[in-house]
């Protein structure tokens, strides 16, 4: 592990002052006003949200991008480009009509037919588009503002699909972009949404902004989650990419920046202390840590290696370096989260607390574990990752396994892990990333919970437990599901899909003059107002 910078802090920044410590912005920026907001944000590498499998591309998309239908606070599906809709008697046709005033960035109307191309291209990689595709019968363009999605058989779940948040999200993009492969990066940042992307001002690496889409026409109904009006109540926003945390707490403090989306917890009490500073929960559920091995590559096409590394970690140690506040970190044991009504504690009996390295080292001989290197992802600009890869390359050195980290920025990760060779081919055998706590509780999105083979890094696969996943669409009530998530997880924790490494409710920090932030899973910029 790296040493901690915990105790440099407390000496270079106990007085919480910023004057000590140079800024980058202070020499590139004016300051802002009141119109202007500043957000120290990962930068996007992947500007198409049907491609990008990040959380960034997605709060990307949901700038620039409008949606079908959204999740209010409550997480229920709400009307959002949609005006009106409808579903016949025999529950197998749906027909959807647009809202008036809805505009491409580039001056051109949106259409029917901008909206069943998105819908086929989405379908082809998220999971919930995939059924949804499975099941239907025709989706097509009725005129210029009406579509209907027809069905084979009912499916009760539609419109809950349509509304998710899982990634890739259903951002409606123009026919002419929807209509490339979903393979196929879009490179036109050309949406409908209230925000459009200044081209102009992009500095990739370092920072992008979005304008306030002056002709954009919000919903009538007050803002509620990711629903309702999206009012935009500033000009322009500006993701700034800062690596180093100390420099961007400087600039927080100084006033060079207004949001900062993941603060180091070495930073709480400073920021904690200083009257012009807060930190925000945005995501009440947090997010579920997840280590993700190669099911395709050696050693973890065997399962006995992956139930060595059930059996390896340690979640309270693993969260004592990704969230070391206990305030906001806990174990998860239940592969749908600790916020959802399926969470469960079915063969969970492998949960330890410290772990057992021994049992590990034997299930890796049974394996017949020979000395393979096993390369683990690495990004350095993602400090709680970062720390936990380094964990867990001393753990698995101390069992006698040839870990080795391959260490470069959350972009290069998001490359190499597209890669399904092995790791003499750039491949890779473990990475650790995260998904949304409320997402668990549905196995038809959620990426995690996928075992199709085909579904996100690391690709697991077992027929057993995707027939049962097969069903959840179709089971109608709460405690038929809460039954079959207890076979699903029985099943999972045999076969060992991933390992969960706890659950991170973390905030954000920001300056006090900016409010009215939109408290869900994604970061969502309409609605905030600076003073």
């Not at 920044?13 to 800024?23: C, F, H, K, L, Y």
């Not at 720390?387 to 972009?411: P, T, Y």
Request: aromatic residues 8%; hydrophobic residues 40%.
């Amino acid at each position: 592990m790296t040493i901690s910078r915990r105790d440099f802090i407390r000496v270079g920044m106990a007085v919480g002052t910023a004057v000590s410590i140079p800024s980058i912005l202070r020499a590139q920026t004016s300051p802002a006003d009141s119109r202007t907001v500043r957000m120290v944000m990962y930068p996007p590498t992947v500007f198409d949200p049907i491609v990008g499998t990040d959380d960034v591309s997605q709060n990307h998309g949901l700038a620039i991008y409008d949606t079908l239908f959204a999740l209010d606070s409550k997480f229920m599906p709400q009307p959002q480009m949609v005006g009106k809709w409808g579903v016949s008697d025999d529950k197998k046709t749906y027909t959807f009509e647009l809202r008036d005033g809805l505009g491409w960035h580039d001056g051109g109307p949106v259409t029917a037919a901008d909206c069943v191309a998105s819908i086929r291209r989405w379908g082809q990689v998220a999971s919930g588009g995939q059924l949804l595709m499975e099941r239907a019968r025709d989706i097509s363009r009725k005129d210029d503002k009406t579509f209907t999605i027809s069905l084979k058989e009912p499916l009760g779940v539609l419109i809950d699909l349509l509304a998710k948040v899982s990634v890739p999200s259903l951002f409606i993009m123009r026919e002419k972009d929807a209509t490339r492969p979903a393979a196929d990066r879009v490179t036109a940042s050309i949406g409908s949404g209230p925000f459009k992307f200044n081209e102009a001002l992009a500095k990739p690496g370092a920072s992008f902004t979005y304008d306030r889409n002056e002709q954009y026409v919000p919903r009538g109904e007050l803002s509620d989650g990711l629903a309702g009006g999206k009012l935009v109540k500033v000009d322009r926003v500006t993701w700034i990419n800062i690596a180093d945390q100390q420099t961007a707490i400087a600039a927080l403090q100084a006033g060079e920046v207004d949001f900062l989306s993941t603060p180091s917890a070495d930073f709480y009490s400073v920021i904690e202390s200083d009257p012009n500073l807060a930190l925000q929960v945005l995501d009440k559920g947090g997010q579920d840590m997840c280590l993700r091995m190669n099911f395709l590559q050696k050693p973890f096409d065997n399962v006995k290696a992956r139930q060595a590394m059930l059996h390896l970690i340690d979640q309270e140690a693993f969260l004592r370096v990704m969230a070391p506040d206990p305030k906001y970190a806990y174990t998860v044991t239940s592969i749908f989260g600790n916020g959802t009504p399926y969470s469960n504690d079915e063969n969970t009996g492998w949960f330890k607390r410290g772990g057992d390295p021994e049992r590990a080292k034997q299930l890796f001989k049974e394996a017949g574990y020979a000395g393979e290197k096993v390369v683990i992802l690495d990004p350095t600009d993602w400090r709680a990752v970062n720390d936990a890869s380094q964990l867990l390359a001393a753990e698995l050195r101390k069992i006698g396994v040839n870990a080795e980290l391959a260490s470069s920025d959350w972009g290069g990760v998001l490359e190499r892990q597209a890669n399904k060779g092995p790791v003499e081919n750039g491949g890779w055998s473990i990475c650790i990333t995260s998904d949304f706590d409320f997402t668990q509780g549905d196995p038809v999105t959620a990426v995690f919970l996928d075992a199709s083979g085909e579904g996100f890094a690391g690709w697991p696969k077992n027929a057993e437990y995707e027939a049962l996943r097969a069903r959840w669409a179709d089971v109608e009530t709460l405690e038929e599901r809460k039954a079959l998530a207890r076979k699903m997880q029985g099943i999972w924790w045999d076969f060992i899909g991933d390992i969960r490494l706890g659950q991170a409710v973390l905030p954000i920090a920001r300056r006090k003059t900016l409010t009215n932030l939109i408290e869900m899973p994604r970061i969502a910029m309409w609605n905030m107002q600076k003073a």
